[in-house]
């Protein structure tokens, strides 16, 4: 049983894809009783599945995957000595609980970054007592969705933070953090994780008249309290409700409960139905920080019932444009294989999806099979992901199968409504920094061109500092939307090259200090945008005669360092300029940066700095191959950008540059050799090629050959063919054909760059620390096994 506790979008609920396992001879993946599985706010799903060998020895298995990327499975040994109970991400989606039947509690965390490298550091336990219920510690940071409101047109009117306290504080109400579980035997244990890496646990008993628990689940109240529901499994027995409150005394960890009113499920108290439902199969709370809701399932060997029950009776208004597409409730997988879609209040089935439609393989083409006899496949363990527009089951035969969800559910949804709840959805995870791979499962090729504008124009509308802490996400959050069309695919190069460029900007500006202490209000990079904004010359060096040189002076080592960024930037700008009198061509990458005058004026400030330290070390500046030795690139160059720069640099439509412009940029192949720029490679996931109706199957440990779409087959034109020399994206350095260091790659853009840096300076080090977490169109990085 699942609950859809956030937003989601329009359509039906079909397949995306399923996944299984490889039939190996020697060891055999089997679902592990009970199976246990989590979704996290990144698009990473955790699941358990046991490993046994021929001799019947069993390994607890944590599987990690990537939902773009699902048949690159990264396996963990848990050494948990008894069965997996529970997995829970937290709220960053970077660290994972996992909990045993023997009363293990362990906190898994990424090692150095990497997604498919795992490492457990910090744990606890309750020896010999099962874990029923986990859950971190609440850390008070609460959105609230007002879906009213989502033609506001500021995100502070669609989103606002709901007042919530943490379950506990540190001085300064930092919230702090670590996690809370209820045990078989009926005991409550709480680790808080200090700041110096120590761990606090506590154990204590929920009442004083300790009774079995078969089922449990934890929730938070505003106040910071907990609220812990449990029951032994039956439907004669009372649920029991607890409220838990965390402090530290004298370093100390210290557990207070309180005995809150208990319930009897509705089905106990009719008599013609007293005995019909005799166990308590499912108890969850509607969702971590709503303890006023909770759902009760009562089964027999034939059939089931589930009851919600909440402590406030009157349902919350809504304006009626969004009465279809509010969150749909719950989504109850049955032993017939099937899959029901529920309204959280009514209960009324909105959808159902049988799981004994067999997908077609990608290299088969669609049959129709004959069913075959024997137990139903049915899900084990579901899990929503974080926007409610996807499902993640286990079936008891290990497989794993990944639905899309809508909350229109059968019903037609007019184009621009269903483009308005996208739209919402991707402001939300622009906000939150949740990844929204799942909302892209729903995007349409007819639609990405709309979104991208509309998602444009919201953006515009929002205050400079926001647009400025949002500027980098929106523009990875377009490149995602435009591969999924044939349209505007080679636009995703310009908007990656965009992200490369404003972090190449933010950072060599970073590297200029004033030359006094007692400094002016502008940074020497401020002073840099404003003068050169100001000072149109075409000459380079009356440019440099207006700014501060000694502001530039930085040790020759790190000028050198920095060497290929700065051929990056001077190879760019002869690119685009060589391109221009080709402008016309939408399908060539850089058409965009043409019109850019923003990009344009950040290209031309480059130039400038680069020529400055040019001066300090020539051998830092970027290298052209020229037809004559007495030509000044850089002063060439320069000229022809400003020009450039000058017709597009002002508000509203750019004019057009003037023919002696474009007649000088035919010239340039004749002056220098034009380089062949490295464009970021496509991403070899999924979500480009899935089709509505056509799901595909796939196999854990080998990569598919996918059936390319138009748009994917358009942009691996642009990418380096196999066997050519790869190239590290982020430092611009050749690895060679079959690089010897070992490397990490991006989730989403597929962007290279080794794991270990080759240079020590701070420079470097500066601009590698920018990438240690996150790529950056903010991407997960995924280790990349040596060829």
């Known amino acids: ?36 599985c989590a979704w996290s706010c990144r698009n990473l799903i955790a699941f358990t599945m046991d490993l046994r060998s021929d001799d019947q020895d069993l390994t607890r298995m944590i599987h990690i995957l990537d939902t773009e990327h699902p048949w690159d499975l990264h396996s963990i040994p848990s050494e948990h000595r008894e069965a997996i109970t529970c997995l829970e991400w937290d709220q960053s989606g970077s660290r994972l609980l996992s909990a045993d039947a023997d009363g293990q509690i362990k906190c898994w965390s990424m090692a150095d970054h990497l997604a498919n490298s795992w490492e457990s550091s910090v744990g606890s336990l309750v020896e010999g007592d099962p874990i029923v219920a986990l859950s971190w510690l609440h850390n008070g940071v609460k959105l609230a969705l007002h879906v009213e409101k989502s033609g506001a047109s500021s995100f502070g009117e669609k989103f606002s933070r709901v007042k919530f306290s943490p379950s506990l504080t540190l001085f300064g109400g930092k919230p702090m ?54 029951a032994d499994g039956s439907s004669a027995s009372p649920v029991q409700f607890y409220k838990v409150c965390v402090s530290v005394v004298s370093e100390k960890c210290r557990i207070d409960t309180e005995i809150l009113p208990s319930l009897f499920m509705r089905c106990t108290t009719d008599l013609n139905r007293k005995d019909k439902f005799p166990a308590i199969t499912h108890l969850k709370f509607l969702a971590r920080d709503m303890s006023e809701q909770v759902l009760l399932c009562a089964s027999s060997q034939t059939s089931s019932i589930v009851e919600c029950w909440s402590l406030r009776k009157e349902g919350l208004p809504v304006n009626n444009i969004f009465q279809q597409i509010s969150p749909v409730g719950l989504a109850l997988a049955f032993h017939d294989g099937s899959v029901h879609i529920v309204h959280r209040l009514s209960l009324q089935t909105m959808a ?21 006899a024997g137990p139903a496949v049915h899900f084990k363990a579901m899990q929503l992901s974080w926007t409610s527009l996807a499902l993640v089951g286990i079936d008891n035969q290990g497989k794993l199968s990944v639905l899309r969800l809508s909350p229109s559910m059968g019903h037609p949804l007019e184009v621009g409504l269903a483009l308005r709840h996208l739209l919402f959805l991707l402001e939300y995870c622009m906000v939150t920094g949740y990844d929204w791979w799942d909302i892209l499962l729903h995007v349409q090729p007819s639609m990405v061109q709309s979104l991208v504008e509309k998602l444009h124009e919201e953006y515009t509308r929002q205050t400079a500092a926001l647009q400025q802490v949002l500027s980098t996400r929106i523009l990875a959050m377009k490149a995602s939307l435009c591969k999924l069309s044939p349209c505007t695919v080679t636009r995703v190069c310009d908007y990656h090259t965009k992200l490369f460029l404003i972090a190449i900007s933010s950072t060599l500006k970073s590297l200029l200090r004033p030359h006094f202490l007692n400094t002016p209000d502008k940074s020497p990079g401020d002073r840099l945008t404003e003068i050169c904004a100001k000072i149109t010359d075409v000459d380079i060096d009356k440019v440099m005669i207006n700014l501060k040189t000694e502001e530039f002076v930085l040790d020759m080592n790190t000028l050198q360092a920095l060497q290929q960024l700065l051929q990056w930037v001077g190879d760019f700008v002869l690119y685009l300029l060589a391109s221009l009198p080709n402008q016309g061509s939408l399908l060539r990458p850089g058409h965009s940066f043409l019109r850019d005058g923003t990009s344009l004026g950040m290209l031309r400030e480059l130039m400038v700095v680069i020529r400055i330290w040019g001066l300090l070390k020539p051998s830092c500046l970027p290298v052209y191959t020229a037809t004559s030795d007495t030509q000044d690139s850089m002063s060439l160059l320069f000229r022809l950008l400003t020009k450039l720069w000058i017709c597009c640099r002002d508000e509203g439509p750019a004019s057009e540059p003037d023919e002696a412009l474009v007649d000088e940029c035919c010239l340039l192949p004749s002056q220098l050799l034009i380089p062949s720029l490295d464009w970021l490679p496509a991403s070899d996931g999924l979500v480009s090629r899935l089709q509505p109706k056509q799901p595909l199957r796939l196999q854990f440990g080998r990569a598919p050959t996918l059936p390319g779409s138009a748009a994917t087959l358009q942009l691996d034109g642009l990418a380096r063919a196999p066997g050519q020399p790869k ?49 950056l169109c903010g991407g997960l990085w995924w280790r990349v096994p040596l060829s």
């Open 1 to 36: 049983m699942c609950d859809l506790r956030r937003p989601a979008a329009g359509g039906m609920m079909d397949l995306a894809y399923v996944c299984e396992w490889e039939k190996w001879s020697k060891s055999t993946h089997c679902p592990s009783v009970p199976l246990a």
């Open 727 to 775: 190239i590290d994206h982020l430092r611009r350095l050749h690895l060679g054909a079959c690089p010897t260091e070992e490397c990490k790659a991006c989730t989403r853009c597929g962007c290279v760059t080794m794991l270990k840096s080759p240079n020590r300076t701070t420079a470097v080090k500066q601009w590698e620390q920018r990438w240690i977490k996150n790529c």
């Open 352 to 372: 159902v999806f049988y799981s004994s439609a067999t997908p077609r393989p990608v290299d088969e083409p669609a049959i129709k099979r004959p069913r075959t």
């Open 177 to 230: 953090e670590g996690w809370i579980a209820v045990t078989v035997s009926g005991l409550v244990t709480v680790s808080l994780l200090k700041p110096s890496g120590q761990v606090l646990t506590s154990t204590e008993s929920l009442c004083r008249l300790r009774g079995r628990v078969a089922l449990a689940d934890i929730a938070f109240t505003g106040g910071g309290n907990i609220v812990v529901a449990t």
